[in-house]
């Protein structure tokens, strides 16, 4: 068999065997547009190499391009966080390494969930820390949430929302109470509590550092 030939077939295994793992441990963020392009580079490798347009070093650049796509689609993927909810913690437009496959969930991990749909019109994703876990002893007084004892304000408008996650005064199984680290933050305290189905995945460090916040900023001067 011909070099060329040879060069082509382990391609092409490389190319669906990728692709239907892909498919089995696909991602819930951004998932159709890079495996997308996964399949995009792959069939550009196959018309370049078949032509012989380009060196060597550019098809191991695209070869190491749509491995990286699939591992976006799949196991990690890199998320901007806009807005200041986890200030301090995490500072607006910070890049965010994120763990999408199956992970145990504990408390204070900081999670990636979905929105309800009622809040979707200008939220989809939203980066929160896990305060209240499945198990944890829950109640209601006047206007305010005690999760193991500890006092939390809500608004009274979320109530019914809380309430699904809530069974003989504890968390039910799959759910959790999230919070932004800033106090104004759109959480558990607006949206009720989140079920382990709306989770996307697990912020594991920050990439990069985002802005400072203006009041550090100024008390700098």
């Not at 070093?57 to 196991?75: A, D, Q, R």
């Not at 145990?104 to 009622?118: A, K, N, Q, T």
């Amino acid at each position: 068999m011909k070099r060329k030939s040879k060069v082509i077939i382990i391609f092409l295994i490389y190319y669906f065997v990728f692709a239907i793992s892909g498919i089995i441990f696909r991602g819930k963020v951004n998932f159709i547009w890079l495996m997308l392009l996964y399949h995009l580079i792959c069939l550009l490798v196959l018309i370049l190499y078949k032509y012989k347009v380009l060196k060597k070093i550019v098809f191991i650049l695209l070869w190491t391009g749509s491995f990286l796509c699939f591992i976006f689609s799949t196991f990690f993927i890199i998320m901007k966080l806009y807005g200041t909810s986890m200030e301090p913690s995490i500072l607006d437009e910070s890049i965010l390494f994120v763990w999408q496959q199956d992970f145990e969930i504990s408390r204070e991990d900081i999670l990636v969930i979905e929105f309800p749909e009622r809040w979707q019109d200008d939220f989809k994703l939203g980066f929160k820390r896990v305060i209240g876990m499945p198990g944890d002893s829950f109640y209601f007084v006047d206007d305010k949430v005690y999760i193991n004892g500890k006092e939390y304000w809500y608004w009274w408008a979320a109530k019914g929302e809380i309430m699904k996650g809530i069974e003989n005064d504890r968390i039910k199984e799959d759910y959790y109470f999230i919070l932004g680290d800033n106090f104004n933050s759109l959480d558990s305290r607006y949206i009720g509590l989140i079920h382990r189905s709306k989770v996307y995945g697990k912020v594991m460090f920050v990439l990069i550092e985002g802005k400072e916040p203006k009041s550090s900023l100024e008390n700098d001067h």
